[in-house]
């Protein structure tokens, strides 16, 4: 989320917890999710390791954070003038309904909801953790919308994510900790995810939502004024209605 605000760096030790599987309800058990699970707690090793060798904690500098680019076909820059103000992993459900008369029909997207996770001190320390994170969430289903902390990581909410209407995208981005603001959008321009995107929850489904510009549009607060949605893990619907009821979700993450 990008607005006008500066922010000043703060210096802030990321924290993750021991790397054991956490096996509570809505804990990943397939193969396919446990592969995606050992690559992340591996890479979490060689940080855990990296981090031992620092003198000091790693400094988290919001300048540091890239926003990542798709391939073949980029969306378009951050405009001028603005600062990246917080990252999230966004955590939650596409929401779509399907015609029951035509099975050739692609199904139709009705919006979405998510919770959204505080990852801005990844984003600026550690940005390869930060590009698998949504696939890792994606094996954990929230437990509710207001879980505190995202399975498996221990990064904090931040924030809800909901359509306030059919066109209206909206960040609430006001916790009792962090006051950000408040976006809801519009659609600016949007890409697909880049070949090798994740299939889905499980290593199963139909691929990953589109990659979004979105900007803010009458009744923002907080200066915030541009949101991207990139690094997206599942999400997508299969491509027609066959055999699908009148409303499902389908899992997804994203940063
Ligand atoms: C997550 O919830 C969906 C229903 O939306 C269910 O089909 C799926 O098995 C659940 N996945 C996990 C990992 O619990
Ligand atoms: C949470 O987000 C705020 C705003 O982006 C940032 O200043 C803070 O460092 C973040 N905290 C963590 C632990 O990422
Ligand atoms: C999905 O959309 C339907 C129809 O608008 C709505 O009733 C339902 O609450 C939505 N699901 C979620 C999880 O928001
Ligand atoms: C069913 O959906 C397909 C794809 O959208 C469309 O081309 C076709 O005309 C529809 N058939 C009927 C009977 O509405
Ligand atoms: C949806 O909400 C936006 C923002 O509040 C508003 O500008 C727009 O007119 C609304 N659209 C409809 C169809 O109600
Ligand atoms: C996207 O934003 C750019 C820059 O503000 C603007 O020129 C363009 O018209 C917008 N496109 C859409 C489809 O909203």
Redesign the pocket.
């Known amino acids: 989320m990008f607005s006008k605000v500066l922010?000043t760096s703060?210096l802030?030790a990321v924290a993750f917890a021991s790397p054991f599987l956490p096996y509570s309800p809505g804990a990943a058990e397939r193969p396919a999710e446990m592969k995606v699970l050992s690559d992340y707690f591996s890479m979490l090793g060689q940080k855990v390791q990296a981090g031992r060798q620092m003198s000091q904690a790693p400094v988290?500098n919001?300048a540091n954070a890239v926003l990542p680019v798709a391939s073949p076909t980029p969306l378009p820059g951050v405009s001028d003038g603005l600062k990246l103000?917080?990252?999230a992993i966004g955590r939650g459900i596409q929401n779509y309904t399907c015609s029951q008369t035509n099975a050739t029909a692609p199904p139709v997207s009705i919006g979405a909801v998510a919770t959204l996770f505080?990852?801005?001190?990844?984003a600026s320390t550690y940005p390869d953790l930060l590009t698998v994170l949504p696939n890792v969430a994606l094996q954990f289903n929230l437990t509710s919308n207001d879980q505190p902390t995202l399975s498996p990581s221990y990064l904090t909410i931040?924030g809800h994510h909901f359509f306030s209407n059919a066109t209206t995208p909206a960040f609430d981005l006001n916790t009792p900790t962090?006051s950000?603001g408040f976006a809801p959008c519009m659609k600016n321009n949007t890409v697909p995810a880049p070949s090798g995107a994740p299939v889905g929850q499980g290593g199963q489904g139909h691929g990953s939502v589109a990659w979004l510009k979105l900007v803010t549009r009458d009744g923002a607060t907080g200066n915030l004024e541009e949101v991207y949605r990139v690094n997206t893990a599942g999400g997508n619907p299969p491509a027609t209605c066959a055999g699908m009821p009148a409303i499902f979700e389908v899992q997804y993450a994203s940063e």
């Open positions: 922010v703060a802030c988290c919001m103000k917080h990252v505080n990852a801005s001190c990844v931040s962090l950000l």
